[in-house]
C-alpha cells in the first residue's frame, strides 16, 4: 500500500469540540528525510518503498494532506510538577488521521491553539530521541508510543541554542492522557467526561464495553496498567524525567519522550531532568509518583464511578499491585521462576547492593544473565564488589532453591536482560553527526534499538560501560 490509498478514519472528532481544535500544520523549509521505520511503516500498511516516495517527506510536512483527513489537536489540562494547570493541550502535535487502530500525530509541525506563546516546533536533537527511544522501549517489550519517519529542515529555532526543525511522525493506540480527564472535570463538563471515558474504553478497553460495571472496571485496568508500566521502567532503567499528569497514558504507554534517560551507573536518585531541582521525577521516585498521578485521576472520577471503590483501588495499588508487579518483572530478571517469600528480601536487597557498588546497571544484569558461580566477571564491573559479593551468597542460597537447569535460567535470562540499551552518550552522537548531515548512526542505532537481546558483534562497544564523563548526565526540557 502506498500513500495515496491509505485509508484514515478521525475517529476522536466524534467527541464534542472542546476536546479538539483543527489545526493546519505548517510546513517546514527545504525538509528532508532524515528516517525511516519500515517495521512501524508496516503496521499501518506503508510498504518499504514508501521511504523513497516523495510524498513521505510531504506528508510529515504537511503539504499532503489525504482527503479525509481533518487534522487536529487535543485539548487537555494536568499537573505540571505538582501544580494544576487548567488548560494545557497539544502544544506541537497535530493528529492526521487514525489507521489499522493506530493514531498518528506529527510533532513539531507548528503553532496550535494550545501552543501558550510558544513556537510549535520540534528540534532535530529532541526529535531524534524521541524517534528512536519510543522503538528501543517497544522492542524491551515495554509499551510505549512508536514513529514512522522523521525529517529535518533548514528552520532554525531558539532552544538552549540554535537547533534546527524537525518533525516525527509518531503513534499510538491512544492520545488520550490523565489530563483530559481532568480537564472535563474542572470545568464540570460531567456529560462530556463520559462520553470521552465511553470513546476511552472502546479505543483502549473494548471488552468492557458492555459490562454492567465498566467505568469502576476501566479505573481499576488503568490502576493495573500503570503499575506494570512503571515496574518495567524500574526493571529496565528507565528514567522518564516529566511525569506530569498530561504525560501519563490512560492506556498504560510510554508517552512523550522529553528529557528522558537510561541508567548509566545505578542511581536510585538519579534525577534526569536538569529543570527537576527538587528531584520529584527522580529515578526512585516514579513508583509514587505514579500513585499520585493515579490518585489525581480519581479525583476527575466522580462523577461516574463511586470514590470509595477508587480510593481502595488506590490503596491497593501501594500495597500489592505496584510490588508484586515489581518483584514479578524482577523476579524475571533474576532467572526465578518459584515463588518464594524471601523474594522480595532478595530484590530489595539488590537494589541496595547496586547502589553501593557503582555499577553498570543493563551491564549487570546481562553479565549476570552468565553467572554460573564464578563471582570475577560481577566483581570487575563494580568500583566496590564488597557489598555485590554478600548479596551473591543471598542469590546462590535462592538459586539452589530452584529446578530448572542451568543452561535454561541462563537463556531465558538472556531472552529477559538486554544486552543493548539507547544510552544518552549514544543518542547525541547520533544528533551531532545528524546535524552535518550524515544520519548513518541514527540508522545504526534504531536496528540496535530494535535488538536489544541479541548478540551484535560488529556493535559489541555499544554495550560497554559508559565512559566516566557521559555517565548519568541530566537534560533539559528542550533536549
Not at 9 to 31: G, H, I, M, R
Not at 147 to 156: P, R, T
Not at 181 to 187: E, N, R, V
Not at 223 to 236: D, K, N, P
Request: contains cysteine; negative net charge.
Amino acid at each position: 500500500m502506498t500513500l495515496n490509498n491509505l485509508n484514515f478514519q478521525t475517529p476522536y472528532l466524534k467527541l464534542d469540540e472542546e476536546c479538539y481544535a483543527f489545526t493546519n500544520p505548517t510546513p517546514l523549509d527545504a525538509p528532508y528525510l532524515i528516517s525511516f521505520n519500515p517495521l512501524t511503516a508496516k503496521l499501518i500498511g506503508l510498504d518499504t518503498q514508501s521511504a523513497t516516495d516523495p510524498l513521505l517527506v510531504s506528508w510529515l510536512n504537511g503539504t499532503f494532506i489525504p482527503k479525509e483527513v481533518r487534522p487536529f489537536s487535543m485539548c487537555y489540562a494536568g499537573h505540571q510538577f505538582g501544580h494544576y494547570a487548567t488548560r494545557l493541550g497539544d502544544g506541537r502535535a497535530i493528529n492526521v488521521g487514525t489507521i489499522n487502530g493506530w493514531n498518528l500525530q506529527t510533532k513539531g509541525s507548528g503553532e496550535t491553539l494550545y501552543s501558550r506563546m510558544a513556537d510549535g516546533r520540534a528540534s532535530i536533537p529532541s526529535s531524534i530521541r524521541e524517534y528512536l527511544m519510543s522503538e528501543a522501549m517497544h522492542h524491551l517489550g515495554i509499551p510505549s508510543t512508536r514513529a514512522i519517519a522523521i525529517i529535518g529542515s533548514e528552520n532554525k529555532l531558539l532552544r538552549n541554542t540554535i537547533e534546527r526543525g524537525a518533525i516525527v511522525m509518531r503513534m499510538s493506540p491512544s492520545w488520550v492522557r490523565f489530563g483530559t480527564f481532568q480537564y472535563l472535570h474542572h470545568f464540570q463538563e460531567y456529560d462530556k467526561l463520559k462520553a470521552l471515558c465511553d470513546y476511552v474504553i472502546l479505543e483502549s478497553y473494548p471488552h468492557l464495553q458492555n459490562d454492567a460495571d465498566k467505568y469502576f472496571k476501566f479505573f481499576a485496568e488503568v490502576v493495573e496498567r500503570t503499575a506494570q508500566l512503571i515496574a518495567r521502567w524500574q526493571s529496565i532503567g528507565f528514567c522518564h524525567g516529566v511525569m506530569n499528569t498530561d504525560n501519563m497514558s490512560i492506556a498504560g504507554l510510554t508517552l512523550d519522550y522529553g528529557p528522558f534517560s537510561m541508567l548509566d551507573d545505578f542511581d536510585f536518585g538519579f534525577v534526569c531532568n536538569k529543570t527537576d531541582k527538587a528531584g520529584r521525577y527522580s529515578y526512585g521516585e516514579q513508583p509514587n509518583i505514579s500513585y499520585w498521578n493515579l490518585t489525581k485521576l480519581s479525583e476527575a472520577l466522580p462523577s461516574l464511578i463511586d470514590k470509595k471503590r477508587m480510593v481502595q483501588k488506590l490503596d491497593d495499588y501501594g500495597e500489592f499491585i505496584y510490588p508484586n508487579a515489581y518483584i514479578e518483572v524482577m523476579r524475571k530478571k533474576l532467572g526465578l521462576t518459584l515463588i518464594k517469600e524471601s523474594d522480595k528480601t532478595l530484590i530489595t536487597n539488590l537494589v541496595g547492593t547496586l547502589q553501593d557498588a557503582y555499577i553498570d546497571y543493563t551491564l549487570f544484569f546481562r553479565t549476570l544473565s552468565h553467572y554460573d558461580g564464578e563471582r570475577m566477571p560481577l566483581f570487575e564491573l563494580a568500583m566496590n564488589p564488597v557489598p555485590l559479593d554478600a548479596w551473591l551468597n543471598l542469590y546462590d542460597t535462592r538459586l539452589s532453591q530452584e529446578t530448572q537447569a542451568l543452561e535454561i535460567r541462563q537463556k531465558n535470562m538472556l531472552q529477559t536482560n538486554p544486552k543493548y540499551v539507547l544510552k544518552n552518550y549514544m543518542l547525541e552522537e547520533a544528533i551531532v553527526l545528524a546535524k552535518s548531515g550524515d544520519f548513518s548512526r541514527v540508522e545504526t542505532l534504531l536496528y540496535i534499538a530494535s535488538h536489544p537481546f541479541d548478540e551484535l558483534p560488529e556493535f559489541e562497544h555499544f554495550s560497554q560501560e559508559t565512559e566516566e564523563g557521559y555517565k548519568n548526565i541530566t537534560l533539559a526540557c528542550s533536549s
